[in-house]
C-alpha cells in the first residue's frame, strides 16, 4: 500500500510538472500546426478528404486522431492558451513517470546513490532538446513516445523477472505499442527495436515463440485499432492502403509509383559510421532549427563502447544487457530511417541512464582523491551540467505567445461563398476558421515538394491534378488566392509560378506565420 501511494505521489508530480512547463513554456512548432495539425482533425470531422484537393500536401494523410484532443481545446478554451498547452503537457508528465519507473528498475539498489542517479537521469532527459522544447507542443512526439517508453519499461521488468511472463500481458503490450504507432508512424524506429530485442532477449522468455508472436501480433492489431479506419478509406479511395507511404509496393495512380520518406538529414554512404560525430560541430544537421544538444554524438561514443566490448556485454547483469540491446537497436533504427531530431524523444531519455550513472560513479570516489579522480568528476560535471542547460543555450522549434491559441484574421472582403487557392505551404490551417462563416473549397497549389518528390508538386500530378482541373472548371464563385512570401530558390519558384494579375494582396494578420498573404479579386 505505501509504494501504490509513492506511485501515486510520484505520478501526480510528475503531471504537476509537464502542465507547469507546457503552461509556462508555450512552446509550439507551428509550421506544421498551421499546415495540419489544426487542419487534419476539422477535415477529419467534416468528412473533407478529397473535398479539398491535398491543401496541407502529404500531411494531409496522416492519421488526424491524436489531433483530436487539441483541437477540441482550442475550440472550447482558444481564449485561454495557458490552459491548453497546460493539458498537452501533461502527456510529459505521464513520459517522465514512467522514465523514472524504467531508471528505478535498472538503478534498483534502494541506497542514496542509485536515488541520485534516477534523479539526475530524470533531469538530463527531461533537458534535451528534442523532449523539452516539445512540452505542450502539437508534434504528437511525446503522446507517442510515452506509449513507447512505456512498452519498453515492461518489456524490460518482465525479462528480468520472469514470474511476471504471461502471453496475455505480452499481447496486451503488443497492443499498445501498435496503438502509438498506428497514430505516429515516427515511432516505428522503436516499434522494430523493441522487436528485435526481444527475439535476442528470447533465451530469458519462459516460452519465447508463444510471447514473440504473442507481442508481433497484439502490435499488427493496436495497430489496426488505431489506424485501421483509414487503412480501410486510402484503400477504398486509392488503392493504398498506406497512402501515400509505400506506393513503390502498391502503385496507386494517385501518386508516383516510389516509397516517400523523409530523407533529409539521413547519412550517406561515405559518411554513416562518423556521422554523429560530426554533430559535436554542427548539432543543427539533423534538425530544422540551431541546436547544440551533445548528448547524441556522446550516447553515440557510449554505444560505440558498448559494441566494442561485445564479450563485457554478454557476461553483463541482465537488465543492463536488455538495456544496452533496446539501446542500441533504438539508435541505429532511428538513424537508418530518419535521423530526425524532433523524434528522438526516446533516445534523448535513454541517453540520460548511463551518462546519469557514469557521473554519479565519479563523484562517489571523489574522497579518494588523485589527479584522476578529480578529471573524472570534473569532465561529467561540466557534461551535465552542459547537457541540463541545454534549453537556455539552443533554440526551440518556435512558441506561440499570443492571447489567444489561433489567432486568425476572417477578412472582412471575403465572399460569402468562394474557391480558395492556396499556394506554398503551411497555408491549411486557415480553412478551419474561415469555414465557420463562409462556405469554401480548398486547393492546393505548389506546394513543392521537390526534395522529397523528385522535382515535382504533390499536387500536380496523376489524378490529384484531374480533380483539381475539374473543380477549377466547376466553379462559379469568387477566388481567393493565399500564399507565403517567398523563401529560398523553392519559395521564389513557387510565387513566380502564381499569376497574381487582377488580384490585390495583403499579409494575412495571424499569430502562427508572419508571411501569409490573402488576395483578393481587384472586381
Known amino acids: 500500500m505505501k509504494k501504490l501511494c509513492h506511485s501515486a505521489s510520484l505520478f501526480f508530480l510528475c503531471l504537476m510538472i509537464g502542465a507547469a512547463v507546457g503552461a509556462f513554456c508555450h512552446f509550439e512548432f ?42 477540441f481545446l482550442i475550440r472550447n478554451f482558444n481564449h485561454f492558451p495557458a490552459f491548453i498547452y497546460g493539458v498537452q503537457g501533461l502527456w510529459f508528465g505521464v513520459l517522465l513517470f514512467v522514465f523514472i519507473k524504467l531508471s528505478r528498475l535498472l538503478f534498483y539498489r534502494d541506497t542514496k546513490t542509485d536515488y541520485a542517479k534516477t534523479i539526475l537521469a530524470a533531469a538530463l532527459a527531461s533537458t534535451g532538446q528534442a523532449t523539452f522544447f516539445q512540452i505542450g507542443a502539437s508534434t504528437n512526439e511525446i503522446p507517442v513516445a510515452a506509449f513507447a517508453m512505456t512498452s519498453f519499461y515492461f518489456l524490460i521488468k518482465w525479462i528480468l523477472n520472469g514470474d511476471l511472463q504471461n502471453w496475455k500481458k505480452f499481447l496486451f503490450l503488443g497492443i499498445f505499442f501498435g496503438i502509438g504507432l498506428g497514430l505516429k508512424p515516427t515511432i516505428i524506429s522503436y516499434c522494430i527495436a523493441s522487436g528485435i530485442g526481444l527475439i535476442l532477449m528470447h533465451r530469458h522468455l519462459k516460452r519465447p515463440a508463444l510471447f514473440v508472436s504473442a507481442y508481433f501480433f497484439g502490435g499488427i492489431f493496436g495497430y489496426l485499432i488505431s489506424n485501421g479506419y483509414f487503412m480501410f478509406r486510402y484503400w477504398e479511395l486509392y488503392q493504398n492502403p498506406f497512402f501515400p507511404f509505400l506506393n513503390g509496393v502498391f502503385r496507386s495512380e494517385w501518386f508516383d509509383a516510389f516509397n516517400y520518406t523523409d530523407d533529409r538529414f539521413r547519412p550517406t554512404a561515405a559518411n554513416f559510421l562518423y556521422y554523429p560525430l560530426l554533430w559535436f560541430r554542427r548539432p543543427a544537421m539533423i534538425s530544422e532549427t540551431l541546436g547544440y544538444d551533445y548528448r547524441f554524438p556522446i550516447f553515440y561514443v557510449l554505444l560505440l563502447f558498448s559494441v566494442l566490448k561485445a564479450k563485457a556485454l554478454k557476461t553483463a547483469e541482465l537488465r543492463w544487457k536488455a538495456y544496452w540491446i533496446f539501446a542500441l537497436l533504438c539508435f541505429f533504427a532511428w538513424y537508418f530511417l530518419f535521423c530526425i531530431l524532433r523524434y528522438a524523444v526516446i533516445l534523448e531519455m535513454l541517453a540520460a541512464i548511463p551518462i546519469s550513472a557514469a557521473a554519479v560513479n565519479a563523484f562517489m570516489k571523489i574522497e579518494e582523491r588523485g589527479v584522476s579522480v578529480i578529471l573524472r568528476c570534473s569532465f561529467w560535471g561540466i557534461l551535465c551540467g552542459i547537457f541540463l542547460i541545454t534549453p537556455v543555450h539552443a533554440v526551440p522549434w518556435s512558441r506561440n505567445d499570443a492571447e489567444r491559441y489561433v489567432d486568425i484574421e476572417i477578412p472582412a472582403e471575403l465572399p460569402e461563398k468562394f474557391l480558395l487557392k492556396l499556394y506554398g505551404f503551411p497555408t491549411a490551417g486557415i480553412i478551419p476558421v474561415w469555414a465557420e462563416k463562409h462556405e469554401l473549397r480548398a486547393l492546393g497549389y505548389r506546394h513543392f515538394n521537390a526534395l522529397y518528390m523528385k522535382g515535382s508538386d504533390f499536387v500536380d500530378r496523376g489524378r490529384f491534378r484531374k480533380m483539381r482541373d475539374a473543380a477549377e472548371r466547376e466553379n462559379k464563385a469568387p477566388v481567393v488566392l493565399v500564399h507565403r512570401v517567398p523563401m529560398g530558390k523553392n519559395g521564389a519558384k513557387v510565387l513566380a509560378e502564381v499569376d497574381l494579375s487582377g488580384f490585390s494582396c495583403r499579409l494575412l494578420k495571424n499569430n502562427l506565420d508572419p508571411l501569409l498573404k490573402v488576395c483578393f479579386p481587384e472586381k
Open 30 to 71: 507551428n509550421w506544421d500546426f498551421l499546415n495540419y495539425h489544426f487542419y487534419n482533425p476539422w477535415a477529419f470531422l467534416n468528412g473533407r478528404l478529397n473535398y479539398d484537393v491535398v491543401p496541407a500536401s502529404v500531411n494531409t494523410f496522416f492519421n488526424p486522431l491524436p489531433d483530436l484532443p487539441l483541437y
